[in-house]
């Protein structure tokens, strides 16, 4: 197995469905889950103050990208929103395609997506 995939036990669901947890690029997903979808073609451009946090969609369907709001949850995607604390103040590149391997930051995986029609 992968060092960058790593199971955990299993897990019960609301619906009574179990799951088997696994770790993949540091992002928990839950074995069977749904993939994230693409959240947009381009990264987001946002200035933070040092400190500040923020909580980073990895699933895709949040109406306010790069940014949570709960979608995951409404559609018991199994995956969990990523904290991002800014070290410093300045403008940060959050990754909308959802494949950055360094998420929640953009790597610019995006230029190798076909852009879908917006």
């Given at each position: 197995?992968?060092?960058?995939?790593?199971?955990?036990?299993?897990?019960?669901?609301?619906?009574?469905?179990?799951?088997?947890?696994?770790?993949?690029?540091?992002?928990?997903?839950l074995?069977?889950?749904?993939?994230?979808?693409?959240?947009?073609?381009?990264?987001?451009?946002?200035?933070?103050?040092?400190?500040?946090?923020?909580?980073?969609?990895?699933?895709?369907?949040?109406?306010?990208?790069?940014?949570?709001?709960?979608?995951?949850?409404?559609?018991?995607?199994?995956?969990?929103?990523?904290?991002?604390?800014?070290?410093?103040?300045?403008?940060?590149?959050?990754c909308?395609?959802?494949?950055?391997?360094?998420?929640?930051?953009?790597?610019?995986t995006?230029?190798?997506?076909?852009?879908?029609?917006?």
């Amino acid at each position: 197995m992968s060092s960058l995939i790593r199971q955990m036990r299993k897990i019960p669901l609301r619906n009574g469905l179990m799951m088997s947890p696994i770790i993949i690029n540091h992002h928990l997903r839950l074995f069977g889950s749904p993939a994230p979808i693409q959240g947009g073609t381009k990264p987001k451009i946002i200035e933070l103050q040092a400190n500040d946090s923020v909580w980073w969609c990895a699933c895709g369907y949040s109406e306010d990208q790069p940014f949570c709001d709960g979608a995951h949850e409404r559609k018991e995607t199994g995956m969990e929103p990523i904290e991002f604390i800014a070290q410093e103040t300045k403008k940060y590149a959050f990754c909308t395609c959802k494949l950055s391997k360094k998420a929640p930051l953009c790597d610019g995986t995006h230029r190798t997506l076909k852009k879908k029609d917006e």
